[in-house]
């Protein structure tokens, strides 16, 4: 009997141990399957660690298309410039890859202007081009406006010092009003660059994801030497044109104004990122 009773007790303790183990598996069994919002919130926190250095993803560079003494494009109507709103939707990209845990700047806050003795600098520092004179004292213009080669300077510099790993460069497209019903996104870089092929990868991702989102028309152009811009063509790391849309479009101009459509298109330029680098 003393003997069965033991045997009760021990099949009693062995039945506990099995159900605490069973517990802990399902304490652990999330763990390892992470959604991306686990996955960034742990590299976010990483880099928070981190923050005297680097971080080791580089930095991201967005660049919000004109600025200061250059409102660019206009709404149809007047209602805002393009330059209020690549600022808008570069200050919610910012918050948006940090959140995500990506170092992110920008070429410029709206206020302030990269100092003229670096941007000096870094156009003496320009390999020379071929089809491009880099001339300091032509680039590099005291006024009130960041020209598209000051942009080129700022991030090669920036890059020189901490590798950027995407220069994002956010515009606003315009047509005269004979063609107000083009709307859409267009998404630009040079086909060339040594950094072509993480352009390309970004460039096409991102089309994607924007037209899932939008449902929107994207064009995405490989753009060759003679049609590249600027600043897709004369930075030193993978850089891409983005056209977020028409002014001189009455629906493509309501999108741009409002902050749900900016803020959908910031977490959508995000997802990119997280999906290239
Ligand atoms: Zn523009």
Not at 161 to 189: C, K, W
Request: hydrophobic residues 40%; contains cysteine.
């Amino acid at each position: 009997m003393r003997q069965h009773h033991l045997f009760i007790v021990l099949l009693a303790g062995l039945l506990i141990l099995l159900c605490a183990l069973c517990a802990c598996g399902d304490a652990q069994a999330p763990i390892p399957i992470q959604t991306s919002a686990n996955t960034n919130a742990q590299e976010s926190s990483a880099s928070i660690n981190t923050d005297t250095d680097p971080s080791p993803k580089g930095i991201i560079l967005i660049d919000p298309g004109h600025g200061f003494d250059d409102p660019g494009c206009t709404a149809y109507d007047g209602s805002f410039t393009e330059a209020q709103i690549t600022e808008a939707v570069a200050g919610l990209l910012q918050k948006e890859l940090a959140s995500r845990g990506w170092n992110v700047e920008l070429t410029h806050d709206g206020r302030h202007m990269p100092d003229a003795e670096l941007l000096y600098d870094s156009a003496q520092k320009m390999p020379i081009q071929n089809d491009i004179n880099v001339n300091p004292q032509e680039w590099v213009c005291d006024n009130n406006l960041f020209s598209k080669y000051e942009r080129v300077l700022y991030a090669n510099a920036r890059n020189r010092e901490t590798p950027v790993i995407l220069f994002l460069s956010l515009h606003v497209n315009f047509v005269e009003t004979s063609a107000q019903t083009v709307r859409g996104f267009e998404i630009d870089y040079y086909k060339d660059h040594p950094g072509a092929s993480a352009a390309c990868s970004f460039s096409e991702t991102l089309g994607r994801i924007l037209a899932d989102t939008f449902h929107q028309k994207v064009k995405l152009f490989a753009d060759n030497k003679k049609e590249a811009f600027v600043v897709t063509k004369y930075t030193d790391m993978p850089s891409v044109l983005l056209e977020m849309g028409y002014a001189s479009n009455t629906e493509d101009a309501a999108l741009l104004a409002s902050v749900k459509f900016q803020t959908r298109l910031a977490q959508a330029i995000a997802v990119a990122v997280d999906n290239i680098f």
